[in-house]
């Protein structure tokens, strides 16, 4: 065949190619179509006219509840997000910016209380006018950006890094267990390929010994940094680092050590990936298996946000809920771990001491008619009753109706001294509230450690130290901080100089805009408490601590139960009423001095653990802990929360306040309430604030209103409140875990 007639070919296409049905060979006509309209100018404007205008996009919901606020409408700037306009503050990033327009995207490395990494490059997104993708968490937004999150170039960049962090990424799915809960999971599957082209042989790296509740399997560590910057930023220890470089980078220890901070357990809930997981949890469940329930944490006077994921009777792990006034959404290493103790030493069945000391099961019935009989036998000025640290709000009310129906008024809450003063709601509470703590410049801390009596107050106070700089003043027993202090002294003295203007503190107090002062609840105890709290009163006058519009003078508290037992008014009549009681009524009370107790007194002891109460005990009675129980709570800032029944008692328990009502029907002093609801209308009529669930009544008056008082302080020393993190009550001093962290805490 000649040329001419090869290219008479391609110029003009046979009609059976054209008719072929060959994909390949198929020709793509697209006839060209004239308007006459448009030849006209003025038609076309017409016709322009005439065409509806497109309608406004429909309005979306941010990504998690995301909420914008404007200090001032100069701050306002517009963005595009896929062709929806946003406003948002300046200087928001364009992942923040894609959040609020209801957009989602990926990431790994990135957190929102964390500083800004950008090292997983899983949130890249396509930005016009960029020539490449952007890592929208690390990129500001400016006005008029025109951002595109789901374009081809978006997609395929995500899917490339995907295909890289997996290419070193261990097949252990079936036996982690982050399985379920996953972040690595649920974003290759919705943002991965299909298929990855990695061949060769995957890198491992060892594991690192964090201690007795992180376990770790570091060859899933896709180096996001997320428990570095946990751990340095919101911790305060320098535990964790990075070491090495490309494909020897790994996490780890600089040199051989545990991880020591109180909020170690949180780095398991921030990691993506299976590396970090928990060690009293590992192979024991799946997430899906689980029943969550909200609850509230009662191993200090915070009051955490609590899930209890439990599987059938049995409690399998603690994790945090989100609150931002209270928690954020971190815990303590006690709040997360003390969970196996709600399985050990449970008491389960009614129990009697006999003649020979031992204790003897017997039925409801005779238990209290042993209780109900002994009660009548003494005088009402010699019987006694003492609240525990978990004691909620409906039985504290039901043990104060009992002893007054009895003709006593000696009941009282541990942890509130002998002679607790509840005049004045803003003597034992936190005005501040937890979250206003960041608003302060200038803290004073007497007599309080809040790294071990509220891990969660004590994160709010670094991270004001970080963010604006604030100052930090201690007078107490020299203890461990995680941010800079001033050691100011030990004892009451100081207070003296500071108050008398004598002390190099009194100049950055004076100067502060809002000072805070944070009394450790510790001082109840002490027999000058009184003096003492009148000096840091004057304190708190002299420094304009307390405005208008301020409020920094904070009470510290130690247990779940002081701030209701204080607003219910259980305060005893007599000081040595311990000593002189001949019935002494215990719920739940174990820190109790039993040396003064005395031999011939009638103890009974309300409860859920055997613990230090027991020894002593006369009768036992079974009560049902937080877990399994609805409870009223008050945290130290005077915000009334909740606890749910996550699992069903043990044994033959009963609540405590079911268990007061029925002892007070068996002594023919019947109390007026049989429900829950009955019972809280009682308390709505001595303390309504506890019945406003999860809102924090703020106390009316202020301190400056009481008298000065007249008692001399004794210059002895502060001393430590608690001596263990760990172990602080019952339930934590029955945890295996907890004893395997205090061992840990004794070598350290």
Not at 65 to 74: C, D, I, K, L, N
Not at 669 to 676: F, G, T, V
């Amino acid at each position: 065949m000649g040329l001419g007639s090869l290219a008479s070919r391609v110029v003009r296409p046979s009609s059976r190619l054209l008719s072929s049905q060959n994909p390949r060979n198929l020709v793509n006509v697209r006839p060209i179509v004239s308007t006459t309209e448009l030849h006209n100018a003025d038609a076309a404007s017409a016709a322009q006219a005439q065409v509806d205008p497109a309608p406004p996009p429909p309005p979306r919901t941010p990504v998690g509840g995301a909420r914008v606020h404007f200090s001032s409408p100069e701050d306002a700037i517009e963005v595009f997000v896929d062709g929806y306009p946003v406003k948002i503050p300046k200087g928001m990033t364009v992942l923040q910016a894609c959040e609020i327009a209801g957009v989602d995207i990926p990431r790994f490395c990135y957190h929102s209380r964390l500083s800004i990494a950008g090292n997983c490059r899983m949130c890249l997104v396509e930005v016009e006018k960029s020539p490449k993708p952007v890592a929208s968490c690390a990129m500001p937004a400016l006005p008029g950006m025109k951002i595109k999150t789901d374009t081809p170039l978006a997609k395929k960049a995500r899917e490339g890094v995907m295909e890289f962090l997996l290419m070193n990424h261990p097949l252990d799915c079936p036996i982690c267990d982050q399985g379920g809960e996953c972040d690595l999971q649920d974003q290759s599957m919705a943002f991965g390929s299909d298929r990855g082209r990695f061949t060769d042989v995957k890198r491992s790296v060892v594991d690192k010994n964090l201690g007795p509740l992180v376990k770790t399997v570091m060859t899933r560590c896709i180096q996001c940094t997320r428990c570095v910057r946990f751990a340095t930023e919101v911790a305060g220890v320098q535990d964790l680092g990075m070491l090495g470089r490309g494909s020897g980078e790994e996490i780890g220890t600089y040199v051989e050590k545990l991880m020591t901070s109180e909020l170690s357990g949180n780095v398991i809930d921030i990691c993506p990936v299976g590396a970090l997981t928990s060690k009293p949890f590992a192979f024991k469940a799946r997430n899906w298996e689980l029943k969550g329930t909200e609850s509230i944490d009662v191993t200090d006077a915070v009051g955490s946000n609590i899930r209890i994921d439990s599987r059938g009777p049995e409690v399998m792990r603690i994790v945090p809920r989100l609150n931002e006034d209270i928690n954020e959404e971190w815990i303590s290493d006690k709040t997360r771990f003390c969970y196996d103790g709600l399985k050990r030493q449970r008491l389960n069945d009614p129990m009697i001491r006999g003649a020979d000391g031992r204790f003897k099961a017997v039925s409801w019935r005779d238990a209290l008619a042993v209780v109900g009989e002994a009660a009548h036998q003494v005088k009402p000025e010699e019987i006694v009753g003492i609240a525990g640290k978990l004691s909620d709000a409906e039985s504290m009310i039901a043990l104060k109706d009992l002893l007054n129906r009895l003709g006593s008024n000696n009941v009282w809450c541990e942890g509130n001294g002998p002679q607790p003063n509840a005049d004045l709601r803003s003597g034992y509470i936190m005005n501040s509230g937890i979250a206003g703590l960041e608003k302060a410049d200038v803290f004073l801390l007497i007599g309080t450690q809040p790294r071990v009596e509220a891990a969660m107050v004590n994160a709010r106070i670094r991270k004001a130290v970080r963010a604006t700089h604030a100052k930090v003043g201690y007078v107490g027993p020299p203890t461990d901080f995680n941010y800079d202090h001033q050691h100011l002294g030990t004892g009451p003295q100081a207070l003296v100089d500071i108050v008398e203007g004598r002390h190099p503190f009194c100049s950055i107090l004076k100067n502060a805009k809002n000072p805070a002062i944070i009394v450790g609840a510790g001082l109840f105890e002490r027999k000058d408490k009184d003096a003492i709290f009148s000096v840091v009163e004057n304190i708190a006058k002299q420094n304009n601590v307390v405005k208008p519009d301020w409020n920094g003078y904070n009470v510290l508290l130690l247990n779940a139960s002081q701030a209701a037992a204080l607003d219910l008014g259980l305060v005893p009549e007599s000081i040595n009423s311990v000593e002189s009681a001949k019935f002494l009524y215990l719920m739940g009370a174990d820190d109790v001095d039993f040396k003064k107790v005395r031999k011939d007194a009638f103890v009974v002891y309300q409860g859920h653990h055997g613990d230090k109460g027991v020894y002593r005990a006369n009768v036992i009675l079974p009560a049902a802990a937080f877990s399994e129980k609805e409870g009223t709570y008050e945290n130290t800032e005077g915000c009334t929360q909740q606890t749910l029944p996550a699992v069903p008692t043990v044994g033959d328990a009963r609540e405590d306040w079911k268990i007061i009502r029925a002892l007070s029907e068996v002594a023919g002093l019947r109390l007026p309430y049989d429900s829950l609801g009955a019972i809280r209308s009682r308390i709505k009529t001595v303390a309504p604030n506890l019945l406003q669930v999860d809102e924090r009544e703020a106390a009316t008056f202020s301190a400056s209103i009481k008298p000065e008082s007249t008692e001399k302080m004794e210059m002895v020393d502060f001393g430590s409140t608690i001596e263990n993190f760990y172990m602080t009550d019952a339930i934590t001093r029955a945890s295996k875990i907890m004893a395997q962290c205090s061992s840990l805490l004794a070598k350290k």
